[in-house]
């Protein structure tokens, strides 16, 4: 069984007993945001203590405040009511393991999937590879409590982002579970 299959096999399950969840309503009912990472062992919902409809959940790799992440989250506020925002990094993040000049470098050998070993990451794929991985910030963190502070400063001095809404920052601990306030 492919994993689309599993996907969409899960789905109909999921669905059968969908009930009085489309009655949810658009804006969030807790009216709060997470921005936090892609990283497969973060559950925003376990962590937060979240139901379907609570929050949105915003999340990118390493939850960093991008521009578009922040774009998310002025639409989640302005038209959707948001009172309040978390940013969650977490510990032993895959953005701390290379820097730009490293991703830029495997991006220009191939397009091909790299390999993480003790020295870091290795292209182990054929070209072509594309040199336009150069004109990208990827956003990725040599201090993990001070890019946190580094992202809730760049929201918070947004020129879109009002000053009454609170800005949390935290990392998440992998080994733990818990949220650790920055």
Sequence with gaps: MSIQEEVLSA?????SGFGEKSELALPPARRFAILTCMDARLDPAKYAGLSEGDAHVIRNAGGRASDDAIRSLVISYKLLGTREWFVVHHTDCGMEFFTNEVISDLLDSS????????EGFTDVGE???SPAGREIDWLTISDQQGAVVEDVEKIRNHPLVPGDIAIYGYVYDVRSGRLIEV
């Design 11 to 15: 789905n109909e399950e999921y669905a």
């Design 127 to 129: 070209g072509p590879g």
């Design 111 to 118: 397009l091909e999937t790299a390999e993480l070993g003790p």
